[in-house]
């Protein structure tokens, strides 16, 4: 009896958030699912069943295509910088030892992630201003005349550019967690590794990065997320220009729904974004869970 009611009592627990999350994340998918089928016009409220039409519409989409290409590109450069090297330099600074170094030197690298996104890309904006940015002033200073360029306003740089502020920003943020996974592995390991004639690089590759194994698979899947789901550093910085060249899926559906008011065509580029989250998210997950260490 004792047992039943205990059971009750947790559910009443456990059901209010149930809702909420049916209501506020699985609802609002179901919804868009429906939403990619209709052509739709927001602002006159007209709706026409459409079928598949919007999905067959992205694969003949150029736009769409290179939009998705630049996704993939920020993922790899965001899982180089944020994930392995965020690990290495995590790693640089518990060798430190000096234990007040070692938090202002944490705190160094934590302040960019401190800084919104928002905020980041109108800083950097200003950076990359071809006549009056620091960076092209620091390149003639340099005597490199030939690398000032308009960073920002070239198809073949624009996206790099970005990239590059994004690593800036949110590097120190994964080298803060980094931190706490390594601080949280039994200094006699070390030891035992140190007596057995092991060396620093020889530690790192087999006592840290297997004991972080699930922090590193918990920020690939938290760092590719969010390279899909790219949007304010953008619209920020370039609004998808020149020429479309640093589109991104998430700035692909803002102007497909609310400038270009195709609204079932947005729905469905939403509907592909959200399946190759989850997908990745799910291999992810299913890869940490079969590696699990434990000590």
């Known amino acids: 009896m004792r047992a039943t009611l ?23 998918l179901v919804q868009n699912l429906q939403f990619s089928t209709l052509k739709w016009d927001i602002y006159s409220g007209s709706q026409e069943y459409a079928g598949l039409d919007n999905y067959a519409r992205l694969v003949d989409d150029p736009v769409f295509w290179s939009a998705l290409g630049n996704n993939v590109l920020y993922a790899v450069v965001s899982v180089v910088f ?10 640089l600074l518990d060798s430190v030892r000096s234990e007040r170094w070692q938090r202002v030197l944490r705190a160094v690298y934590f302040i960019p992630s401190a800084i919104s996104l928002t905020v ?6 200003f950076i990359y201003e071809p006549n009056l940015g620091p960076l092209n002033h620091a390149l003639r200073a340099a ?31 994964s080298t803060l967690l980094f931190a706490v996974a390594i601080q949280r592995i039994p200094r006699e390991i070390y030891g035992a590794a140190a007596i057995d004639g092991v060396g620093p690089v020889g530690c790192f ?55 270009r008011n195709n609204f079932g065509y947005a729905a469905a580029i939403a509907t592909v974004l959200f399946v190759i989250t989850l997908g990745i998210a799910v291999a992810q997950l299913w890869a940490a869970r079969r590696r699990r260490v434990e000590w």
């Open 120 to 125: 980041a890309g109108l800083l950097f904006y």
């Open 6 to 28: 205990r059971r009750t009592l947790g559910l009443a627990w456990v059901v209010p958030a149930l809702v909420l999350v049916g209501v506020f994340v699985y609802l609002p």
């Open 143 to 173: 005597g490199l005349d030939g690398l000032a360029q308009a960073w920002l306003g070239q198809e073949s740089t624009a996206m790099s550019a970005i990239i590059a502020m994004s690593q800036w920003q949110g590097f120190g943020y």
């Open 205 to 259: 590759f087999h006592v840290t990065v297997p004991l972080v194994r699930e922090m590193t698979g918990l920020m690939a899947i938290v760092t590719i997320s969010g390279a899909f789901q790219v949007f304010n550093e953008v619209m920020v910085m370039t609004a998808g220009g020149p020429n479309n060249s640093t589109q991104v899926l998430g700035t692909w559906l803002y102007r497909s729904g609310f400038v």
């Open 82 to 91: 944020q994930v392995l090297g965020a690990l290495v330099l995590a790693a």
